[in-house]
């Protein structure tokens, strides 16, 4: 065989690669076609829709971000909530709170850090409890399912003192005995919700012993504490709550602008007289602020039925509003937890839901004691 002929033989023919496949329309794919036939129909018939929804979602979103959260007294109530809390933390405030917490915990077969994060709450903020505890309850070795308990358990109180001395003057206009209101409302709910969702829906829990726990009191220095926290605080209130809170109401301002938020207003309305809660001050609280709902029922308490004074304030004794359960909860605890988003707002929206229960039960069968 010829040199020429050998080499020829040897040559390696290129395997030529198979066709590919046509790539076929996914679901989000059509959707998106959808909306882009849909947006260049709006352009060509009616582009005054588009700057219309465009106007309701920042007229709906400006003054919350604005008024309530950077000129506002929320925004630094936040921040001094964050200072609060972690000046605690650093004195031992939590360790002392596991001591206190342990022996019913170990009861419940569950760690005692899912009560902490209710503390911080009521003492501070939900933002700054949920900041704070999250990572807590990591440290501690808490479960998931214990972690949806804390986010469950935290907004069956209330996030704001001021909410708290509203609702007390509310209460004394219609002579109802605030003192056993506080105690099955705000603290009793602490102990026992827990206890209810361990043993229900969230079992995976286990009790924790003392020694096993570590030390959640930091070394850091008092000063690098304070001016570290009011950093913290700040980061908190501009990179989480405010993009939270703006997602929330920008789909408020969409539905308002479509012509569908005044039917949930109205079956909100309905639903909540029908629960013995006052419809003015319970939209408030769901939708705006829990403070702002019961300064306004200081202000009509005397006019109103002492059982609808006491179930709304039970409801604003909670996690509410809206854009808490369903932005700023989800993204803080998300960031500071092993919860998703979507684990932490469905724990909220259980918390909150039990909360409205709370406040038929207490008015329903504790008015004549109350009174």
């Known amino acids: 065989m010829s040199e020429a002929k050998r080499m020829e033989e040897e040559v390696v023919v290129p395997q030529q690669e198979p066709p590919k496949e046509k790539r076929k329309w996914s679901r989000i794919e059509g959707v998106g076609l959808g909306l882009v036939i849909l947006s260049l129909l709006v352009m060509l018939f009616s582009p005054e829709t588009l700057s219309g929804i465009f106007n309701s979602v920042v007229d709906q979103v400006y003054p919350v971000v604005v008024d309530t959260f950077l000129t506002g007294t929320v925004g630094v109530s936040i921040i001094v909530s964050v200072i609060i809390g972690r000046t605690l933390e650093r004195l031992g405030f939590t360790d002392a709170l596991s001591r206190v917490f342990i022996p019913v915990t170990t009861l419940y077969k569950i760690n ?4 902490i994060p209710s503390i911080y709450n009521i003492l501070g903020d939900i933002n700054a409890a949920g900041k704070i505890a999250g990572p807590i309850l990591m440290r501690s070795g808490a479960t998931k399912d214990e972690q949806k308990i804390a986010v469950a358990t935290m907004v069956q109180s209330q996030q704001s003192f001021a909410t708290f001395m509203l609702g007390m003057v509310a209460m004394t ?6 003192f056993l209101v506080v105690v099955l409302a705000v603290f009793l709910p602490v102990v026992v919700v827990p206890f209810i969702l361990s043993k229900t829906l969230f079992r995976n829990t286990r009790s924790v012993k ?6 959640f009191t930091p070394k850091t220095g008092f000063l690098p504490t304070i001016f570290n926290s009011a950093r913290e605080g700040a980061e908190l209130v501009f990179l989480l709550i405010i993009p939270a809170v703006a997602v929330v109401f920008a789909c408020i301002g969409i539905l308002d602008y479509v012509g569908v938020w005044s039917f949930v207003e109205s079956g909100l ?6 629960l013995n809660i006052d419809p003015e001050t319970g ?21 109103l039925d002492p059982r609808l004074v006491i179930g709304s304030f039970v409801l604003a004794s909670s996690g509410l509003p809206l854009s808490s359960v369903f932005g700023q909860i989800p993204v803080i605890w998300a960031d500071n937890s092993d919860l998703t988003e979507r684990e932490a707002m469905g724990a909220a929206v259980l918390g909150v839901s039990m909360r409205v229960v709370t406040a ?8 004549p004691i109350l009174v």
């Not at 005692?112 to 009560?115: K, L, M, N």
């Not at 003392?210 to 030390?215: A, H, I, Q, T, V």
Request: proline content about 6%.
């Open 210 to 215: 003392l020694e096993e726990l570590p030390k």
């Open 269 to 274: 309305s309905t639903s909540l007289l029908a």
């Open 283 to 303: 939209l408030l609280s769901i939708l705006a602020s829990p403070t702002l709902g019961m300064a306004q029922l200081a202000e009509t308490a005397s006019t």
């Open 360 to 367: 038929f039960l207490v008015v329903y069968f504790l008015t």
């Open 173 to 178: 206009a219609v002579g109802v005995n605030a």
């Open 112 to 115: 005692p850090a899912v009560i």
